[in-house]
């Protein structure tokens, strides 16, 4: 069964980059099924995409967040990564990490979610 | 961007009650819409995808409907375990975009 399990700092300082990793276990980060992204959901507020990448390298992004993200794959380790830089408190939320169908970007699988706090 | 609205924001029921929730995208993104459930401190879990197609092992209570810019979410007989925060999202184009979700509370 599928397992998406996201790690990272729970604080980060304002200016910082927040770094996030999510390894996922039975399941190839390889396949050329899926596309791996990153949600995020301020505290009491709705959901927001931020990006997914394929491991072949095809990326889309947010364009409110473009500048400051990056999303890349490690199939060494079967893990796949959000960088997100320059952070302010507007970023504090919780971070979830997904797995979207390639044929039709459909999100079918979830993460547990991370809360990271932007604070100094 | 596709702006998707939700309503109602707040939804009070009663547990075997008949709830519709209605979803509109700013433009038309044929039946490429998904509805999920949150709980509090919890994941969404994809109920719906391509507007009506229930995803396996979701109750048979819930179903999905419309095309283009209309589409709802029907739950036939609400049950204790269906009080949770519902969101649709479009998967049309890029960027993609969730609604603001509506919570169903108990009555």
């Known amino acids: 069964q599928l397992q998406l399990q996201e790690s990272g700092p729970g604080l980060v300082k304002p200016s910082e980059t927040l770094s996030l990793t999510c390894t996922v276990s039975?399941?190839?980060?390889?396949?050329?099924?899926?596309?791996w992204g990153w949600i995020r959901q301020p505290p009491g507020k709705g959901l927001e995409w931020i990006g997914n990448t394929h491991y072949s390298g095809n990326t889309y992004y947010s364009p409110s967040l473009k500048s400051r993200v990056t999303i890349s794959v490690d199939t060494s380790k079967n893990q796949f990564s959000l960088k997100l830089s320059s952070v302010t408190a507007a970023d504090t939320a919780v971070y979830y990490c997904v797995r979207l169908a390639a044929s039709d970007h459909l999100i079918d699988y979830w993460g547990h979610g991370t809360l990271v706090t932007v604070s100094s | 961007d596709i702006q998707m609205t939700q309503s109602p924001s707040t939804l009070s029921a009663s547990v075997g009650d008949r709830v519709t929730i209605t979803c509109r995208a700013s433009q038309s993104i044929s039946i490429w819409l998904a509805w999920y459930q949150q709980k509090p401190g919890k994941a969404p879990k994809l109920l719906i995808y391509?507007?009506?197609s229930l995803e396996s092992g979701v109750p048979s209570r819930f179903s999905g409907s419309g095309s283009g810019t209309e589409f709802t979410l029907t739950i036939s007989s609400l049950q204790p375990d269906d009080f949770a925060t519902y969101y649709c999202q479009q998967y049309n184009s890029y960027p993609l975009t969730f609604g603001g979700g509506t919570k169903v509370e108990i009555k």
């Open positions: 391509k507007a009506s």
């Open positions: 039975g399941g190839s980060i390889s396949s050329t099924t899926y596309y």
